[in-house]
DNA sequence: CCTCCACAGGAAGCGCAGGAGT
DNA sequence: ACTCCTGCGCTTCCTGTGGAGG
C-alpha cells in the first residue's frame, strides 16, 4: 500500500529516508568495525557468567565509531539478557550532557528504578538504589560513559564507583569510558587511571575505501536508488579520510550535496555537488569557531579582515604570487583603533601577538616570519579565509 | 662593520575569581 | 562564614634576533 503523501512529499527529492542520514542513526550492520566490536563484546563477555568485567576505556578521534559499536555492543547484551534471562545490564550515559557525578549517578538510578521521580534525591540515596538494585538482583551492570573527558569530577566517580564494588556481596559494577580527547588519560588521577583503564582499545581513522563502503550503505537506505554519482561517493570518500577519517564528516558532506542536489532541481548527486557541499561544511565549521572567539580575539580578526580587505595600507610582498601580507605592528594598530570604535580598552601588544598566535592555531590565520626584504624581525600575517566571509561571520553575533 | 629598527617571546608581577581548607 | 591558595588573563619590562641602512 503505497502511501500517498510519501510519493507526493518524495517527488522532487533524491532522499528517501532521512532519518538514516542522521549521525544518531545506527544502522545494524557497521563496517570495517568487526574486530572492534568482537573484542568489546570478548570483554563483557564474562559479565553472562556472574564473573567481574574489567572496566574499558575507548579512544579515537570522531567519527570513527566509537559510539556507535558501543551502543550496537550495549543493544546485542541487552538481547542477550532477554533470550537466555541473564543478569546484566547496560547503560548507555552521554556525559556532554549529564557531566557531573551526580547527574551521572542520577542517570544510572533511573535506569536501577524506572518509573520512580529521583531528581533531588541525595546522592547517597542514589547510590543505595544503585546499589540495592545490583544486589538483589545479582546484576552484572555496565555503565557507558561518553565523553567522559566532560565530567566535572570524574576522579570522585571512579572513587563512587570502586567503592560500590567493594560494598557489593553479589553483582558488579563497570564502566566503559569513552573520549575522544588524547590528552584526557594524562590529565587522570593516577588511581582513576588505573581503575578506568584496566582495559583500553584505540579506534583507528577510516581510510578512504572504508569511508567509500559506510558511505555506500547509508545511501542504500537513505537516498533513492540512482540518486547518487558512483564518483561523488568516492569525492566524499576521499576528502573525509583527508580530514581525518571522520564518518560523520562524509555523511554530512553527502548530505549537503544532496540538499544542493534538490534545490538545484538535479535528480542524481554529482561530483560538483560534493565540491560546494564541502565549501559550505567547512564555511559552517568556520563560523561556529569565529561566532566562539573570545571578544578580543574577534577584535583583532576584525582588525587583520578589514586590513585585508582594504589593501590602501596593504603592503605587497612574495615576489612570486604578491600574496596579501600583515605586518603585525600594523595589525597591531588597527586592532587599537577597532578597539576605540568600540569603546573597549585595548589590550597590550605583547598579548596582541599572543591573540594572533591563537587565530593561527585554530588555522583563522597562517603566519610567517618576515626574511627578507622585510626590515627587522616581524611576523607576516595571512587571512585564510575570504575577508569578506569573516566579517559576515564576525557580524553574526552582537 | 656597526647601528638601528621592528618586532619576538621569556620572566616577573598584579588583580581577580573561584575552590579548598578550617 | 571566613581566610588562604591557586590559576588565569593580562601588563610591564627586558633581552634577543635578523635584516636594512649608513
Given at each position: 500500500m503505497a502511501n500517498v503523501f510519501e510519493q507526493e512529499l518524495s517527488?522532487?527529492?533524491?532522499?528517501?529516508?532521512r532519518n538514516a542520514l542522521s549521525q544518531s542513526y545506527i544502522p545494524d550492520h557497521l563496517p570495517h568495525r568487526e574486530a572492534e566490536i568482537e573484542r568489546m563484546m570478548r570483554c563483557l563477555a564474562p559479565a553472562l557468567q556472574q564473573k567481574t568485567v574489567n572496566n574499558l576505556f575507548l579512544y579515537g578521534k570522531t567519527g570513527v565509531g566509537k559510539t556507535s559499536c558501543t551502543k550496537h555492543v550495549i543493544e546485542k547484551l541487552l538481547e542477550t539478557k532477554q533470550k537466555h534471562n541473564v543478569p546484566v545490564d547496560g547503560v548507555y550515559i552521554n556525559c556532554a550532557i549529564n557531566n557531573s557525578k551526580y547527574q551521572v549517578m542520577l542517570k544510572v538510578a533511573e535506569y536501577c528504578c524506572?518509573?520512580?521521580?529521583?531528581?533531588?534525591?541525595p546522592f547517597a540515596a542514589l547510590f543505595e538504589k544503585i546499589l540495592n538494585y545490583a544486589s538483589s538482583k545479582n546484576s552484572n551492570m555496565v555503565i557507558v560513559l561518553d565523553e567522559?573527558?566532560?565530567?566535572?569530577n570524574l576522579d570522585d566517580l571512579m572513587y563512587a564507583l570502586t567503592r560500590a564494588n567493594d560494598e557489593l556481596k553479589s553483582g558488579h559494577v563497570s564502566i566503559i569510558g569513552i573520549t575522544n580527547n588524547a590528552l584526557f588519560k594524562d590529565e587522570l588521577d593516577p588511581r582513576s587511571k588505573s581503575t578506568l583503564c584496566e582495559e583500553e582499545m584505540v579506534f583507528p581513522p577510516y581510510n578512504a575505501s572504508q569511508l567509500q563502503s559506510i558511505l555506500e550503505e547509508r545511501i542504500r537506505i537513505?537516498?533513492?536508488?540512482?540518486?547518487?554519482d558512483e564518483s561523488a561517493i568516492n569525492l566524499a570518500a576521499a576528502l573525509s579520510a583527508q580530514e581525518s577519517g571522520d564518518a560523520r564528516y562524509a555523511l554530512k558532506l553527502i548530505v549537503k550535496a544532496a540538499e544542493m542536489t534538490d534545490a538545484q532541481g538535479a535528480a542524481k548527486i554529482l561530483d560538483k555537488h560534493v565540491v560546494t557541499a564541502r565549501k559550505s561544511v567547512e564555511e559552517d565549521i568556520v563560523f561556529d569557531v569565529i561566532k566562539t572567539l573570545p571578544e578580543h580575539q574577534k577584535i583583532v580578526l576584525r582588525a587583520i579582515a578589514s586590513l585585508t580587505s582594504e589593501g590602501s595600507k596593504v603592503r605587497r610582498l612574495g615576489e612570486e604570487r604578491g600574496e596579501l601580507v600583515l605586518f603585525s605592528g600594523e595589525v597591531f594598530e588597527q586592532y587599537e583603533k577597532e578597539c576605540r570604535k568600540m569603546e573597549k580598552s585595548p589590550r597590550s601588544a605583547r598579548w596582541c601577538r599572543e591573540y594572533i598566535r591563537d587565530l593561527e592555531m585554530l588555522g583563522l590565520v597562517t603566519t610567517t616570519l618576515s626574511g627578507k626584504?622585510?626590515?627587522?624581525?616581524t611576523t607576516l600575517i595571512k587571512l585564510t579565509f575570504p575577508p569578506d566571509k569573516v566579517m559576515l561571520a564576525l557580524q553574526r553575533e552582537n
Open positions: 517527488k522532487n527529492t533524491v532522499f528517501l529516508d524506572p518509573g520512580e521521580n529521583l531528581v533531588g534525591f567522559i573527558d566532560k565530567v566535572n537513505g537516498f533513492k536508488p540512482g540518486s547518487v626584504g622585510v626590515r627587522g624581525n
